[in-house]
């Protein structure tokens, strides 16, 4: 939380602090990519001959080395068996967490 959030909550304009109209709504998203795309992708990456021309599929995708990198371990993750895909965002308490609070 921000102090224009506090700012915003403590002049109690509506109630929530992270109003969808508030300081931050214009930022951009985090973009999310989906496993047909990053299975394309990783195709396109391992059977391109020369590391300039996978460097190039890099760059007009506006991609980092470090998602192949990942999606490489996600693909043999579920080479064993499927895994359903993580929702972005922060993950839930665990149980022993929940039972805790």
């Known amino acids: 939380m921000s102090i224009a959030d506090v700012n915003t909550a403590q002049d109690g304009q509506d109630g929530t602090v992270a109003s969808p109209d508030g300081p931050r709504a214009s930022r951009p998203k985090r973009r999310t990519f989906t496993l047909e795309y990053k299975m394309r992708i990783l195709e396109q990456y391992e059977s391109a001959p020369t590391p300039q021309e996978r460097n190039a599929l890099l760059r007009r995708e506006g ?3 470090a998602y192949i990198t990942e999606w490489r371990r996600e693909r043999d993750r579920t080479a064993a068996g499927p895994v359903p895909e993580r ?14 609070a």
Do not use: D, H, I, V
Request: charged fraction near 30%; aromatic fraction near 6%.
């Open 87 to 100: 929702k972005p965002g922060r993950p839930g308490k665990s149980r022993a967490a929940a039972r805790a």
């Open 63 to 65: 991609l980092y080395s």
